[in-house]
């Protein structure tokens, strides 16, 4: 019997029962608020006993409070068993080749309310029958790497992909699609950015920010652009292609090492800080924005493929008034790297200065970046920074911290020895550190003051 209540406990199961109203019931809900009408859903059995979840005919989901519930009225029920039509992917002679490589999650999904069930999309004929313009764009092939949440993304998963795309453009594809999760999305970008080196075709990472059951979805449309620019981009570097405007104009493609995800729940969540995108990307075109860029070649020849990592390196974001014993930590369980996020042009304060010695006199190598995000550390140019470059850290110019954090597990992976360590950090790879920054790299606008406001009226948001 508790079949027909999934999830549901305490107040919220004898409101069911009352009503005599079943999980994945069509049903009337009338409230104190108002009448809402559509789907009764599952529940997690971690959620509280306070709501009734229904997805509206919007394709929206509400939670409804108990003590809100006049009246539960079901007026249908099916039991269906619902599958995302398959059929072959179809080959087209002259067609690029193009690799699905799935990391956990499924690019492409629905989730059959009727059933309760996640039905994937992830084989090229389940591609084919979620996204079938995607055949119009390319020869599809698939496979799934290893299946995890993107929060539990890390050294391992990083170093394994890295090997399977290197073996993937030595065999001859056109370009690799790559689908993640948006969390940790830059964190993975950075790390393939500088384990495969001058690669000879597109590697693009994409994801979305709605699940595809939502109306507002973009998982389709992000594959579509995706696809394209593996398919067809002149731009063989790591990026990541997601929404550009929250619209559904276009996307951005992002440059590996220059990207960040800056909002939550925003499908334009992704940005390039430091500088522009490398260009945007419809159903039918590509239009570069950076003319510099390392551009697709015929031959693998030149590729350079380093799965390297050290798992002992640690990302500080300093804090006013943080204590020693944060960086006395890290040395006293044998880290050997740090990035420093430090305050203004690369600061922390006075107090840690004798963990600080102590840390790299122990061996750490240790780093110094700025929490702003756009800008350059100038640790030069007050007593702080001279005096922090004094006890051995070294600034990093404008590259982000998660960068940082990133590149310097990759290059102690290679080496501890601090000059060898040094010369890799400070050397540019992909744009991780650049020269200036344009001045059209760092806009952020003010909402809701007067000449913003005019600006907006006359642009799509």
């Not at 003319?291 to 974001?317: C, F, H, I, T």
């Not at 290059?411 to 000059?419: M, N, P, T, V, Y």
Request: charged content about 25%.
């Amino acid at each position: 019997m508790l079949d027909l209540f999934k999830g549901y406990k305490g107040e919220a199961l004898q409101i069911l029962k009352d009503f005599k109203s079943r999980v994945w019931s069509d049903a009337i809900v009338e409230t104190n608020n108002g009448t809402f009408k559509g789907i009764i859903l599952p529940r997690s059995e971690s959620d509280d006993d306070q709501h009734v979840v229904v997805k509206l005919i919007t394709g929206y989901n509400v939670g409804i409070k108990v003590n809100t519930i006049i009246s539960i009225k079901e007026i249908g029920y099916k039991e269906a068993h619902y599958k995302i039509p398959e059929q072959d992917f179809p080959f087209t002679e002259g067609r690029p080749r193009v690799k699905l490589l799935g990391t956990g999650g499924t690019i492409a999904s629905r989730l059959d309310y009727r059933t309760g069930a996640v039905i994937p999309a992830f084989s090229p004929g389940e591609l084919y029958g979620a996204v079938p313009e995607l055949a119009d764009i390319c020869n599809l092939e698939t496979e799934k790497i290893f299946a995890v949440f993107s929060e539990n993304m890390g050294s391992e998963q990083y170093m394994k992909l890295a090997k399977a795309i290197g073996k993937e453009i030595e065999r001859g594809i056109d370009g690799i699609v790559i689908g993640h999760g948006t969390d940790t999305m830059h964190h993975t970008a950075a790390a393939l950015s500088f384990m495969i080196q001058n690669p000879p075709v597109p590697i693009v990472m994409v994801g979305s920010q709605r699940s595809s059951d939502r109306p507002s979805s973009d998982a389709a449309l992000n594959l579509m652009h995706a696809t394209r620019t593996a398919a067809y981009s002149d731009i063989a570097e790591v990026m990541v292609c997601m929404f550009g405007p929250t619209s559904d104009e276009y996307g951005l493609l992002h440059q590996g090492t220059r990207v960040r995800k800056m909002h939550s729940s925003y499908r334009s969540t992704f940005r390039t800080l430091g500088d522009v995108p490398l260009a945007t990307v419809t159903r039918e075109k590509i239009t570069p924005i950076k003319k510099e860029y390392n551009k697709r070649r015929q031959s693998p020849e030149g590729m350079k493929v380093v799965p390297a990592w050290e798992d002992k390196v640690s990302l500080l974001y300093y804090y006013p008034d943080m204590k020693p014993d944060m960086i006395d930590s890290l040395t006293d369980n044998g880290y050997v790297g740090c990035i420093i996020a430090g305050t203004g042009l690369g600061h922390v304060n006075k107090p840690l200065y004798k963990a600080i010695d102590r840390a790299y006199k122990a061996g750490m190598h240790i780093y110094m970046t700025v929490q702003t995000l756009w800008g350059y550390t100038h640790m030069s140019v007050y007593e702080t920074g001279r005096d922090l470059m004094a006890l051995g850290i070294i600034p990093l110019g404008n590259m982000l911290p998660e960068v940082a954090y990133v590149k310097l597990a990759w290059a102690l992976g290679q080496s501890h020895d601090k000059e060898e360590v040094k010369k890799i950090m400070l050397h540019p790879y992909c744009a991780e550190i650049t020269k200036r920054e344009p001045y059209n790299g760092y806009l952020v606008f003010q909402g809701g003051i007067p000449e913003v406001e005019e600006f907006l009226k006359k642009i799509h948001k």
